[in-house]
């Protein structure tokens, strides 16, 4: 697992799988809940398994030093 971050759009990533190739990602489905004011995208592949989470306007939702640590995208 490993995470990215992305400051010019505020987004982060974490990968639960190391390397997802261009076909990969099968299907993203968006989440809106309540009171995150943000929007988290869960990304599966076509056997249904998670492959990572995107995380807009992380520096809401993330801990600071999490984002610092985070290798830039």
Not at 27 to 53: A, H, M, W
């Amino acid at each position: 697992m490993r995470i990215t971050y992305d400051p010019k759009t505020d987004a982060a990533y974490i990968y639960l799988e190391d390397k997802i190739g261009p076909s990969g990602v099968a299907r993203t489905y968006p989440c809106d809940p309540k009171g995150v004011n943000g929007q988290i995208n869960l990304d599966f592949d076509s056997e249904g398994r998670l492959l990572g989470i995107e995380i807009l306007d992380a520096r809401r939702k993330l801990p600071e030093d999490l984002l610092r640590s985070a290798p830039l995208k």
